[in-house]
């Protein structure tokens, strides 16, 4: 699952905003090196013509262009989020080792790459905080490390440069935060007025399901609470995906759904179409693509005896193992069409007694722990469980 409910949005907008920094980064290197080392001193009489030092300047552009496998490499694993703390480090020590040894000799001190402005004001479009600190630190540390190491106080004016540029920087990150807040709660709502909607049809086509998606979304996620390795956004996400789990049974047929005998092996076939019937429904709408794996894959067991795949073990993702034990718990302890309600003890132990069949044995143990929670939350759901 991605990182949050607008996980696969936000991860499509890093890839573009990766791509952005890496044609700037090249672009203006290059431009500025090519203006000030070779166009300026056609024009300025006193000023030396090509690189100051050119073992060092190979040296860095060919880190720089070895940087491109790099950034590739992590757009194959999806994580452009990292192309920009790995470029500014490594552009920012070579060129830190740079400035030193060309400077070491008492050289007249000129610095101030434009790419290192443009980096420090413009590392606010980025709407990352951790980046911004680093970008405006990592920056004032080189200076303050070439000043000492060469002991040239020319280096304060482009300190005080850098400081007043990451002033601005940090007003751009504040008002880029605010306004993607609100757009991100506008959206949020949005969202969850569509599922809502959705689930309330549902449940008015299927009657003894009534409750049953909130009930689920409400144990996993104090199920995936209990596990330490989601953040809000990512559980906010993931109570959305569980109240969708059944989201397929909009194409069974009624009769299917409220039968009161058993089920027909061909009822039961059609039936067990619903998980990929709800994951198909979802996959193209906007902020619902981290649901589809719980939708789809929330009736696989861990034996490998489970549907729409067959699937066994940790082929399994994670969160649809969770929303199997939530979904199963909630089956058991509501009247259903065809038997009524069991205790909750009675459940309890035939989830325990599937560990391993049915249910991931390492999730039944978590199950184990949480399951006062779960038994303070089946009585908190609906008045009617506080009369049992």
């Known amino acids: 699952m991605q990182k949050g409910f607008l ?56 880190i720089r262009f070895l940087l491109l496998f790099v950034a590739w490499r992590l757009f194959k694993i999806n994580r452009p989020d990292l192309i920009k703390y790995i470029y500014f480090i490594v552009y920012t020590f070579t060129n830190t080792i740079g400035e030193i040894i060309i400077y070491a000799d008492g050289s007249e001190y000129s610095s101030g790459n434009i790419f290192e402005l443009f980096l420090v004001i413009f590392s606010a479009i980025f709407i990352n905080k951790t980046f911004c600190w680093l970008v405006s630190i990592g920056t004032l540390l080189k200076y303050l490390i070439v000043g000492l190491v060469i002991q040239n106080p020319e280096v304060l004016l482009p300190i005080l440069i850098v400081a007043c ?12 935060q605010t306004y993607l807040g609100a757009i991100r709660q506008s959206l949020s709502s949005q969202l969850e007025g569509i599922v809502i909607g959705i689930i309330a049809a549902l449940e008015l086509k299927d009657p003894y399901t009534r409750g049953h998606s909130e009930r689920v979304a409400n144990y996993a996620v104090i199920f995936a609470r209990k596990l330490n390795l989601f953040g809000e956004e990512e559980l906010k996400s993931y109570y959305y995906a569980c109240l969708l789990h059944d989201i397929g049974k909009v194409h069974i047929s009624d009769s299917i759904l409220t039968k009161s005998s058993s089920l027909t092996h061909e009822e039961y076939g059609i039936i067990k179409q619903h998980p990929t019937l709800g994951a198909d429904a979802v996959q193209h709408i906007e902020g619902l693509g981290d ?10 067991r861990w034996d490998g005896k489970g549907y729409p795949e067959g699937l066994s073990g940790e082929q399994i993702p994670l969160l649809a193992r969770i929303t199997a034990i939530a979904d199963a718990f909630d089956a058991m302890t509501t009247d259903r069409s065809y038997r009524p309600a069991m205790s909750l003890d009675v459940a309890y132990k035939r989830i325990v007694k599937e560990s391993g069949t049915q249910f991931d044995p390492e999730m039944v143990k978590v199950f184990t722990e949480v399951f006062p929670l779960w038994v303070a939350q089946y009585y908190a759901d609906s008045p009617a469980h506080r009369k049992k």
């Open 7 to 62: 996980g696969s949005a936000l991860l499509n907008q890093e890839r573009q905003a990766a791509k952005l920094f890496l044609i700037l980064f090249y672009a203006i290197n290059v431009t500025y090196d090519l203006v000030y080392y070779y166009f300026l001193p056609l024009f300025i009489t006193d000023t030396r013509y090509g690189f100051e030092n050119n073992s060092v300047s190979f040296g860095e552009y060919v």
């Open 165 to 176: 540029l990451s002033v601005v920087s940090f007003l751009l990150l504040h008002r880029f």
């Open 291 to 300: 649901s589809i794996d719980v939708i789809r894959y929330h009736h696989e």
